[in-house]
């Protein structure tokens, strides 16, 4: 069956500082891959995708991802966090026999100061 | 990409009332998506509601307590039927659009049930 993980329940970074968010996946076929932000009292915003091409992929508010195809990993990444970063963030994986996102159980970002 | 608003952005209701919530998109698109997150969980799918077909429903929903419609390639409403405290979450509408696979988001609608 299809899946994705997010180890990690929260990350704590300060700002300033690279952050990372874990996603590992699991499928059957060519993964489809997503990162969405949530912020507090919104719906969640798309940030990026990799579907195929470069494994790095850049996306909004300086995120961006490295697809591994090896490691069946999909981090999010930021060179320098900001306190406005503090969200939570799920990945999401489509399912190749039913054609929905799964979506990961999120991770909660804290940046602080 | 496309811009979703969602009515009402949140609503305390009776137990045993029902709620219909309305999704509006500014484009015309084929596939919408109604979800539910409960208070700090991921998103649950509740249904694929798609113009001029009946809504199918995941595991667990079902139309009699998840009534919805679609009756355009911009709007959709879910009803939430006889609601119990289980019910209190948030319901997120969404659509996909172009073949990115990539969906967008409504703001929510708070929804708590006392």
């Known amino acids: ?113 | 990409s496309a811009v979703i608003s969602q009515k009402p952005s949140r609503d305390i209701c009776q137990r045993g009332t029902s709620l219909t919530i309305q999704c509006q998109v500014d484009s015309q698109v084929t596939m919408m998506f109604w979800y539910r997150q409960q208070p700090g969980q991921s998103l649950t799918l509740i249904a694929t509601a798609n113009q001029g077909s009946e809504a199918t429903y995941e595991s667990g929903f079902v139309i009699d307590k998840f009534p919805i419609s679609r009756p355009n390639l911009t709007f959709s409403t879910l009803t939430v039927s006889n609601m119990s405290p289980e019910d209190s979450s948030i319901y997120l509408c969404s659509v996909r659009t172009g073949g990115g696979y990539e969906q967008y988001f409504g703001p929510g609608t708070r929804l708590t049930v006392t």
């Open chain 1, 1 to 113: 069956a299809q899946s994705v993980a997010q180890p990690e329940d929260q990350v704590n970074v300060a700002e300033g500082n690279p952050l990372t968010v874990k996603c590992t996946y699991s499928v059957s076929g060519n993964p489809y891959l997503f990162w969405y932000v949530q912020y507090p009292n919104r719906g969640l915003q798309f940030l990026l995708k990799y579907i195929t091409g470069d494994n790095l992929v850049k996306g909004s508010y300086g995120f961006e991802a490295e697809f591994n195809k090896s490691q069946t990993s999909f981090h999010l990444k930021k060179p320098s966090a900001l306190v406005s970063d503090s969200a939570l963030y799920f990945c999401a994986v489509r399912d190749d026999n039913t054609d929905k996102l799964i979506f990961g159980t999120g991770t909660r970002l804290q940046v602080f100061p």
